[in-house]
C-alpha cells in the first residue's frame, strides 16, 4: 500500500512540474504572439468607402491590414488580383465577413456582350480551412459554396439547339481580340456543392471556352426562360467570397475554425476542440485549455521524436513544425531523452559494476574476517606466521610435495631447523574458508602421537596457509602399493602402523571433550614419519561434534569414494556418525593387509574384481589364499588378524560395526578369540551365498567404552 502511495505521489507530482513548465511557455508564447493592429484610418476607393481591416490599398502604411488582401484602386473602383485574374470589388461586408467580387470584364466591358476574362470555378478556392505548412498561412479566402452559380462558355461550329444553351450576341465586339468565334453559348450549373466539375454532355462541334462565378438565381428569373442579360447580370453582380479563416486565425488562434453566430454584430464562436493543439493555442482559449494544450503537444513532440530516435525514422519529421506538437518537443523527444537515457543507463552499469565489486571484495573479506574472528577468539597452541615469513621458509614455494583436494604442499624449513610441510589453501574461498577452520579447529588443540601436529598457520588477504610437522616417508599410499624403487612394509611393520592408525581415530573419536569425526581416512591421508610411525592428516572435511551425539546431521556426502560408509549414501541403514569412520578405517586396513585396492576390474578372476567379498570366500571356505603364500605362519596370524577386523569394519549396517576403541582392543588381542564376522555387502537387501549360515554368527558392536579426555590441550 505504501508503495502505491508514493507511486501515485510521484505521478502527481510529475504532473505539476509539466503544467508549471507548459504554464511558463504559455506566458512567454503569448508575449510573442500579442499582435494587437495599430490603429489605421479607413481608406474609400470608389464607391467603396469602408475599407478596413484586413483589407488595405497598396497606398496604405505597411502596418495597415494585411499584405494577403491588398487591393488597387483604379477609375472604374477599387479591384482585387486573384489567381492571377483581376476582380473588382462590389461590395464588402464586416459583419458577415463577405466581399463580392466581378469579372473585370464585367465593368470594363458594360458595353458589349460580356465573356469571362479569366478563368475561375470553385475547385480555386479550398473547401475547408486549409492551412500551408510550407508558409503557415491559411487561404486567405474561402468560396460560399451555397450562394454562388457557375457559368460555362461554350463556342460551337454549329447552332445549338437546347434550352440549356442560352445564346450570346458577338456581333458588337471581339473577344479578347479574336473575331474567329463562330457560335458562343453559356451554359449554368447551379449546385449547393460544387464537388465535381460538370456541365452536363458537351455537345458535338463544342469546345470548351472559359468559366466564372455569379450571383445565384432570383426565384422569378428561374421561373421564366433565362436569357443571356440575365446571366450577363448575374456575373456583373458577381460572387462572394469569406475571408472568416483570417478572422479565425486572429480571434481563435492559428488552423482554428470558427463561424458567424450574430451577424449584426459580427461575433463570431471558436471551435475549442482545436485548443488543445500547441500551434492553434492562443489567449482565446481558456486558461486550462491553453495549459494542457502546451503539455499536450509537447508530450506529443516528445513522443514522435523519440519514437523516430529508436526506430531511425525520419518521415514525421520531414516538416519543419508538426500540427500537434512543437519543435521544441521533437527536439527533447528526438536528442535529450535518448542523451538521458544513455547517460542514466551507462551510470547505472557503472554503479551496478561497483556494487558487484564492492559484494564480491565484501564476501572475501567475510570469509578472512570469519577466519581472524576463529583464531581470535580461540585459545590455539599453533604459532601465527606472516606470508612473507612462509615464503621464505619454502624459498618461494620451490619444493612441491604434492597436491591436495584443497591446495599444494610445500616443503620448508623453520629458522630453528626443523623441517616443515606447508599447505597453501589456494582453494580455501570455496566453502568460506571452513576448511580452514576446521583444520585449525581439529588439530590446532590436540596433540597425540598418531595425529599430525600443527606447527603454525598464516592469514594475510587472500593468502592461507597450515604448517605441519614434516614426515620425511610421505604418505602411506606409496607403501602399501609399492611401486619401482620402494621396499614394501613387512606384515609387523604394518600391523604396527595399522594399530597407530586405529589409536589415533580411537583418540579423535573420544579422547576429547569435542568428538572429531575425520570423514577422509585413507592411505593418502595418513602420513609416516622417519621411525613409520603413522599419523591422521588433512582434516579437511572434518566436523567436531558434542561426545554424546550418536548421530550427526551432513547436507551432503562427504569423503573419498571406496572409503566412504554406505549411511552416507543409504538413509534408510542408519544415521551417520563416528562408525563412517570406522568403516573407512576397515576399507583401509584391507588394503593394508592384501597389499592391493580393494577394487580391481582388471584381476585375473570375476571373483577379485572386489577384494574384501573374494578374502571373506577364502576364509570362510578355508582356502589357502594365493597373495600370501610366501609368508611366514606369524605373518599369516598377523594378516588374518587384521583381514577379520577390517570384515567387522566394513559391515553394511553402523550398528554392526564396533567402535574404534574396541576395534584397538582386537588388533591387540590374539585372532582366536575373535569371533568371524557376516559377510560384508554393497548395498541393502543384497542377497548372497551364505546368507543364512551368518545370522547365527552376527554380533552388535554398537556398545562403546569411555576415554579419558586428560590428554586434550
Known amino acids: 500500500m505504501m508503495k502505491k502511495q508514493a507511486s501515485c505521489s510521484s505521478s502527481s507530482y510529475v504532473q505539476t512540474l509539466v503544467l508549471l513548465f507548459a504554464s511558463i511557455l504559455l506566458i512567454s508564447h503569448q508575449n510573442c504572439l500579442a499582435k494587437h493592429h495599430q490603429p489605421c484610418p479607413t481608406s474609400s476607393c470608389g464607391k467603396i468607402t469602408n475599407i478596413t481591416y484586413p483589407f488595405r490599398l497598396k497606398t496604405d ?65 479550398s473547401n475547408s480551412l486549409s492551412f500551408n505548412k510550407a508558409d503557415f498561412v491559411f487561404e486567405p479566402y474561402s468560396l ?8 460555362a462558355y461554350f463556342n460551337c461550329s454549329n447552332p445549338i439547339k437546347d434550352h440549356m444553351y442560352v445564346n450570346v450576341d458577338m456581333s458588337c465586339c471581339n473577344i479578347h481580340g479574336n473575331s474567329s468565334t463562330n457560335h458562343v453559348y453559356a451554359v449554368l450549373e447551379q449546385s449547393s456543392s460544387f464537388s465535381r466539375y460538370s456541365f452536363g454532355d458537351i455537345k458535338v462541334g463544342c469546345d470548351f471556352m472559359v468559366a466564372t462565378l455569379g450571383r445565384p438565381l432570383l426565384k422569378i428569373e428561374v421561373k421564366e426562360k433565362i436569357s443571356y442579360d440575365v446571366i450577363h447580370g448575374m456575373i456583373i453582380d458577381g460572387f462572394e467570397l469569406s475571408w472568416l479563416p483570417v478572422i479565425c486565425e486572429d480571434r481563435c488562434g492559428k488552423e482554428t475554425s470558427c463561424e458567424v453566430v450574430d451577424e449584426d454584430s459580427g461575433e463570431v464562436q471558436c471551435d475549442k476542440r482545436f485548443c488543445h493543439y500547441v500551434y492553434q493555442t492562443t489567449e482565446k482559449c481558456g486558461l486550462q485549455d491553453q495549459i494542457f494544450g502546451y503539455a499536450r503537444g509537447y508530450l506529443r513532440g516528445i513522443f514522435i521524436g523519440l519514437r523516430s530516435r529508436i526506430t531511425f525514422s525520419t518521415r514525421q519529421l520531414d516538416n519543419p513544425v508538426g500540427l500537434e506538437y512543437f ?50 577468539e580461540s585459545n590455539l597452541n599453533p604459532i601465527r606466521y606472516e606470508y612473507k615469513e612462509i615464503k621464505k621458509m619454502t624459498a618461494g614455494l620451490r619444493v612441491k610435495l604434492g597436491q591436495g583436494g584443497f591446495g ?92 597407530g592408525i586405529a589409536r589415533g581415530i580411537e583418540y579423535l573419536h573420544q579422547g576429547c571433550d569435542m568428538q572429531i569425526l575425520h570423514f577422509d581416512i585413507k592411505p593418502h591421508n595418513i602420513l609416516l614419519d622417519e621411525e613409520f610411525v603413522p599419523k591422521v592428516s588433512d582434516f579437511g572435511l572434518a566436523k567436531l561434534y558434542p561426545v554424546n551425539d550418536s548421530i550427526v546431521t551432513l547436507t551432503a556426502a562427504r569423503g573419498t569414494l571406496g572409503y566412504m560408509a554406505p549411511e552416507l549414501f543409504y538413509k534408510n541403514i542408519g544415521g551417520v556418525s563416528y562408525k563412517a569412520d570406522v568403516y573407512s578405517f576397515g576399507m583401509l586396513l584391507m588394503e593394508m593387509a592384501g597389499k592391493r585396492k580393494n577394487s580391481n576390474p582388471n584381476a585375473e578372476h570375476s571373483s577379485q574384481h572386489y577384494f574384501p567379498f573374494w578374502i571373506y570366500d577364502q576364509f570362510k571356505e578355508e582356502r589357502d589364499i594365493e597373495i600370501m603364500e610366501d609368508v611366514s605362519e606369524e605373518e599369516m596370524a598377523v594378516a588374518k588378524k ?68 586428560d590428554n586434550c590441550s
Not at 554503479?351 to 570469519?370: E, P, Q, T
Not at 630453528?416 to 599447505?423: L, M
Open 61 to 125: 502604411p505597411n502596418h495597415c491590414g494585411d499584405k494577403r488582401y491588398e487591393l488597387d484602386c483604379n477609375e472604374n473602383g477599387p479591384s482585387l488580383t486573384m489567381f492571377s485574374g483581376k476582380y473588382y470589388v462590389q461590395h464588402i461586408d464586416y459583419k458577415r465577413f463577405i466581399i463580392r467580387l466581378s469579372d473585370a470584364g464585367a465593368v470594363e466591358d458594360a458595353n458589349c456582350s460580356f465573356i469571362p476574362r479569366y478563368f475561375l470555378y470553385p475547385q480555386s478556392f
Open 144 to 151: 460560399r459554396f451555397r450562394d454562388q452559380t457557375q457559368v
Open 327 to 376: 519543435d521544441l518537443g521533437i527536439v527533447i523527444g528526438r536528442n535529450v531523452i535518448p542523451l538521458f537515457l544513455a547517460t542514466r543507463f551507462i551510470f547505472g552499469v557503472i554503479a551496478l559494476l561497483v556494487l558487484f565489486i564492492y559484494k564480491w571484495k565484501r564476501r572475501h573479506l567475510s570469509m578472512y574476517d570469519n577466519i581472524e574472528n576463529f583464531l581470535l
Open 408 to 499: 599444494a604442499v610445500y616443503k620448508g624449513k623453520l629458522r630453528s631447523g626443523p623441517d616443515v610441510a606447508i599447505k597453501m589453501l589456494t582453494k580455501s574461498n570455496v566453502n568460506n574458508g571452513q576448511d580452514f577452520i576446521n583444520e585449525v579447529a581439529t588439530i590446532g588443540r590436540i596433540h597425540h602421537v598418531n595425529v599430525v601436529r600443527l606447527v603454525g598457520y598464516c592469514v594475510e588477504g587472500k593468502k592461507s596457509a597450515l604448517v605441519y610437522e614434516f614426515m620425511p616417508n610421505g604418505s602411506l599410499d606409496k607403501y602399501i602399493f609399492p611401486k619401482e624403487g620402494i621396499n614394501a612394509l613387512s606384515y609387523e611393520k604394518t600391523y604396527e602402523i595399522s594399530l
Open 642 to 709: 587384521m583381514f577379520m577386523v577390517a570384515f567387522w569394519c566394513i559391515q553394511l549396517k553402523p550398528s554392526d560395526r564396533p567402535t574404534m576403541n574396541k576395534v584397538v582392543e582386537m588388533l591387540e588381542g590374539k585372532t582366536e578369540s575373535l569371533e568371524f564376522p557376516p559377510r560384508p555387502s554393497f548395498y541393502p537387501n543384497e542377497n548372497y551365498k551364505y546368507h543364512d549360515e551368518i545370522n547365527s554368527d552376527r554380533t552388535s558392536w554398537g556398545a562403546s567404552t569411555s576415554y579419558s579426555s
